[in-house]
């Protein structure tokens, strides 16, 4: 399951995101520092309309969405790499994570601390990259004295010290990993490390109510940072999403008109992960059910099929697949049948955006 982890400085509104997010969580949101010590975590269902279009044409019993889990990870502050604010607990926590949402506070609220006293985007952005890199500096410089050893009879440790000595210089430059131009061979070599700074980033820019539809000045802020590291931007507002999880369903889009937006934090945060990640959704529909199911862009019949489960792999024999608006237009998977949409397709034919597949094989 793809997870995602929730991190800014404190008092800038994590906790009531993910509260809003993930409907069922139990995190505390208060107006005080460090309120989060452990991560809270909740898994939420990826939306997607496609599946109620499916399951109506499949007659399924049952719906199950793709989904993802978000962790709310206490507050970081400045000197977290050195241990400042309990920090080396919590990079430990973002260490576990596929992607980072950073949310930074882009709202004046006099009535909610800032840590640092001022609204500023820029500086607290500066202020959590600064701490990743320089717990990932840590990291290297530790590492890079053993790999220097191990390289006088090792070709592997002699690639692994070529990155190490890269990236070192890079960080002691103010570079974020994730700004590193590293081949496969190099990327590959580092991974085991789990580099905080070498991340994935969205950055949630929270912004009050009256300017979710527009954004403001510090929001552009924002977008000018993410342009330099090809990161995406997430315009959010807490505030509305703790007050959208109070609507009935039916009720929620009208709200979100009546503020200039199509849709809730969530759909865009998630959309923008997937993008960020590089993430395909195919289906599967019978009258069991209908399923989503995540894959990287790219991904092959046979992995794909590895995804339900491992036997399909290793007995996989053929994809029997169709486009999800052919199906549509179609009608029904007989239909689709008998107007040739539906193809059979190998080993080499690589699942695209919305296929729905009936895999075939040996058990």
Known sequence: MLRAGIVGLPNVGKSTLFNALVANAKAEAANFPFCTIEPNVGVVAVPDERLNVLAQISNSAQIVPARIEFVDIAGLVKGASQGEGLGNQFLSHIREVDAIVHVVRCFENDDIIHVAGSVDPVRDIEIINLELALADLAQLE??????????????????????????????????????????????????????????????????????????????????????????QVVVVSAQVESELIELPEEERSEFLASLGVKEGGLKSLIRATYTLLGLRTYFTSGEKETRAWTIKAGTLAPQAAGVIHSDFERGFIRAETVAYDDLVAAGSMNAAREKGLLRSEGKDYVVQEGDVILFRFNV
């Open 142 to 231: 530790r590492r890079i004295d053993r790999t220097r050893k191990q390289a006088r009879a090792n070709k592997d440790a002699q690639l692994e010290l070529t990155v190490l000595e890269k990236l070192i210089a890079a960080l002691n430059a103010g570079k974020s990993v994730r700004q590193i131009n590293l081949t496969p061979e190099e990327a590959l070599a580092i991974k085991p490390l789990g580099l905080l700074s070498a991340k994935p980033i969205i950055y949630a820019a929270n912004v009050s109510e009256d300017d979710l539809s527009t954004g403001n000045e510090y929001v552009e802020q924002v977008r000018q940072i993410a342009a330099v590291e090809n990161a």
